[in-house]
T-cell receptor
Framework: GEDVEQSLFLSVREGDSSVINCTYT??????LYWYKQEPGAGLQLLTY?????DMKQDQRLTVLLNKKDKHLSLRIADTQTGDSAIYFC??????????FGTGTSLTVIP | DTEVTQTPKHLVMGMTNKKSLKCEQH?????MYWYKQKAKKPPELMFV???????INESVPSRFSPECPNSSLLNLHLHALQPEDSALYLC????????????FGPGTRLTVT
């Protein structure tokens, strides 16, 4: 099956930028997603990128995709305490499968 | 409106009880999903309904029984659960199948005693 890996933890100071990374193995990816999950809540779709794009920017969020290296990243500019959460990357492929990453717990230090 | 609603928010049930979880979306999505999530882990897919028909059952025990009464509603009937079934149960929907972005509800926190 597909492996989608993330670092478990990331800690940043308020106001700094956060970069959350994701690597995957599926070469037939179509869309890649970033979800945010706050404690006790469901998953919130933050943004997604089509696999033929390199970058997508949406306010404080920048998604970078390196398809050759199968590497996806999410940059959060001016990180705030409200950004503390678990972030999951996910991808779909041409085989109509949906895979979640292992999740990165982001802690923002005031 | 990208809202998926779920009820109840919390549920405590004994191993002999029968209960149901409910999920609703009004986005016109044609695919709906049930996931199980343990703490700090990614969601695990349980069932997929596509155009109101069960299209994927990820080898889920029969004590979990899904139902899709119409294109907006999805239920999960629970019977004779085990303590290890305690988890957050998430419902999601997408415009069509698994190749599209999914929108999640807030989840039902289930505790089996």
């Amino acid at each position: 099956g597909e492996d989608v890996e993330q670092s478990l933890f990331l800690s940043v100071r308020e106001g700094d930028s956060s970069v959350i990374n994701c690597t995957y193995t599926d070469s037939s990816s179509t869309y890649l997603y970033w979800y945010k999950q706050e404690p006790g809540a469901g998953l919130q779709l933050l943004t997604y990128i089509f696999s033929n794009m390199d970058m997508k920017q949406d306010q404080r969020l920048t998604v970078l995709l390196n398809k050759k290296d199968k590497h996806l990243s999410l940059r959060i500019a001016d990180t705030q305490t409200g950004d503390s959460a678990i972030y999951f990357c996910a991808e779909t492929d041409t085989g109509n499968q949906f895979y979640f990453g292992t999740g990165t717990s982001l802690t923002v230090i005031p | 409106d990208t809202e998926v609603t779920q009820t109840p928010k919390h549920l405590v049930m004994g191993m002999t009880n029968k209960k149901s979880l409910k999920c609703e979306q009004h986005m016109g999505h044609r695919a709906m999903y049930w996931y199980k999530q343990k703490a700090k882990k990614p969601p695990e897919l349980m069932f997929v309904y596509s155009y109101e028909k069960l299209s994927i059952n990820e080898s889920v025990p029969s004590r979990f029984s899904p139902e899709c009464p119409n294109s907006s509603l999805l239920n999960l009937h629970l019977h004779a659960l085990q303590p290890e079934d305690s988890a957050l149960y998430l419902c999601a929907s997408s415009p069509q199948g698994l190749s599209y972005e999914q929108y999640f509800g807030p989840g039902t926190r289930l505790t089996v005693t």
